[in-house]
């Protein structure tokens, strides 16, 4: 046998076995436990030494492994709750019950390091009992009892005074003042630890309180914020109390709170007060946006986009902001244009869409840098250029205008001065707003029209430039947009060819000269706009010109058609007149007539019409240019500026001008009339080609879904009316295209 000199307590061996009875083995472990109680007290005692740890894990172990009915696996189970409960009854509560604020903290954490200390201690001489007693009957273990005594011993008692003295120290940190982070963390993780591998403590007993009370703290700041401040000094300290809030998450509260307190403080900060912060008068969203305030722009993005839908109120405010600075343009060129003293027909129109290009750059700025190319603000841009870009000005529509800047730009000798660099970049910004247009088929026949002009009068400053505008218009709409304007380009080319092969011919066959210089453009009828071709009686010199000219192109091709358009054409004719010889330069039936004064010094205006077989219109227009407008070349009688069917006119022989070569100009012709006939016309054919594309792969369609489908097919070029879509409908039915379900007539049926 051997004894220990501490305890005098006898230990068996696998040798030699005595039975130790339950008040000797409890009375030698109730001795290592007062040692153990006065150490985690801080009292006056020594360590425990090695020999002393194995006497008191041994003693448990031989009183677990006797047999029955000395096996005391049971009563020990038992006691070892009861040692803890002690302890906790005698020692931690009442050191507890008197503290408040931060020293009630402060021994709350010092208790439950104890209590973990004593745990781990405890554990340790019941080790056995826990391994194998515990393990065998299903019974919580060890640490979990002792988790558990404290849970419901102390923390249940105090936790509500534990709670409120965190939330006080966290609003005072809140306000400024300096807190002891560390102990903070501590308290909290008690919170966390109490729920033994759960959350719910955490939450119910501390997190739900302090979401509560940080909510109410943020209802008073931003209740008295809102009168004082600016929208932009509450949104920095939003933002600031924001990041703080975040801080404190990853300072001492659990990482799970960051979502749930975020939400909480955004919403008594910015979405209870969202109307009132975003639209103040003086310093709202508008404000911001007109003084380009980027940075506050930027900040209130950042903080409302992390809010459900709070990006919306924003994006409804900008894209009125945006509709109203568009609206004052339009509204300003309406009034200039109305204003008699306006300088220059259409050049104030056409500035404003320079102006309008500007501000969508301006503001789609705003959408990529300020508000992170978020869809919802872009398209509230989308939408508010939409209004803007289909707005009327000054009778014409946006098209119209963009259409008459392009071709101002464009031209030769046109008010754009710039390097071909800038002159790039406007037609750039320009070409960008055509997707916000409805009706583009309108653009692109006005557009047409003018390059028609530009290339087929050589009025067109650079080829190159007129190619990287095509291709920025089919980079916005489509390979079909272009592709008749593209057409019209390689026709130019292929027509200089032509000249080239023309000029070839009459060097070798010089009998076929005409005896004048003679340029003849063949354009392909498919691309170029429809001009009227008028069988105009032209003069023997002319004539002789288009004689030789169709010999020349029927050794080219045998199975294309010639059709003149003498609309198009230009002459230069030289005029003798008294007091010098001065060349002219007139369009074809400009000079058909002039040269009807060869023969005779005066003609009335029937016989005139009677010999060019011109129509009424077009005449007028010619006899207008040559006898009322700047040069008259003719005298007309009576002497007023309008032309009649019993007008005379005579060769003015007395005429001359400080140049020797002039252009006179015909009277220009509104084509815009014309031009939304054959948009019109080319929609109905449109719509016609798409409700039957439909029809030919569904076979049988609902006839709303049938006009849906067709709307979705045409958006891109037109913004198609329905009523129009439902009477072409109607129209294919009636050409036997389609037909109605006898039995539903709500079904619509392809006829194959």
Known sequence: MARDSGYGIFVTTKTELEVIEWDQGWDYMQKGFTKLKRILEGLSESQFTSEENMMLYTTIYN???????????WQLYDKYREVLDEYITSAVLPSLRNKHDEFLLLEFVKRWETHKVMVRWLSFFFNYLDRFFVCRRSLPRLREVGLTRFRDLIYRVVKASVRVAVIAIINKEREGEQIDLALLKNVINIFVEMGMGQMDAYEEDFEAHMLEDAAEYYSRKASSWILEDSSPDYIFKAEECLRRERDRVSQYLHSSSEQKLMEKVQFE????YSAPLLEKDLSGCRALLRDDQVEDLSRMYRLYNKIPRGLEPIARLFREHVIAEGITLVQQTENSANDQSSNGSGMREQVLVKEIAELHDKYMAYVSDCFMN????RRASKEAFEVICNKTVAGSSFAELLVALCDNILKTGGHEKSSDEAIEETLEKVVKLLPYISDKNLFAEFYRKKLARRLLFNQSANEDLEKSTLAKLKQQCGGQFTSKMEGMVTDLTLARENRTGFEEYLHSNPIENPGMDLTVTVLTTGFWPSYKSFDLN???????CVEVFKGFYETKTKNRKLTWIFSLGTC????KFEPKVIELVVSTYQAALLLLFNTADRWSYSEIFTQLNLNHDDLVRVLHSLSCAKYKILVKEPNTNTVLPNDTFEFNSKFTHRMRRIKIPLPPVDETKEVIEDVDKDKRYAIDAAVVRIMKSRKVLRHHELVVECVKQLENMFKPDIRAIK???????TRDYLERDKENLNMIRYLA
Do not use: F, W
Not at 63 to 73: A, E, L, V
Not at 374 to 377: A, C, G, I, K
């Open 63 to 73: 009183m677990c492994t006797q047999k029955p009915p000395y096996d005391y696996s």
């Open 269 to 272: 900060l910015l979405v209870v």
């Open 374 to 377: 978020h869809s919802l603000l």
């Open 538 to 544: 032209l003069p023997a010199e002319l004539v002789k």
């Open 572 to 575: 230069n004719i030289v005029g």
């Open 727 to 733: 009477k072409r409908i109607e129209d294919l039915i």
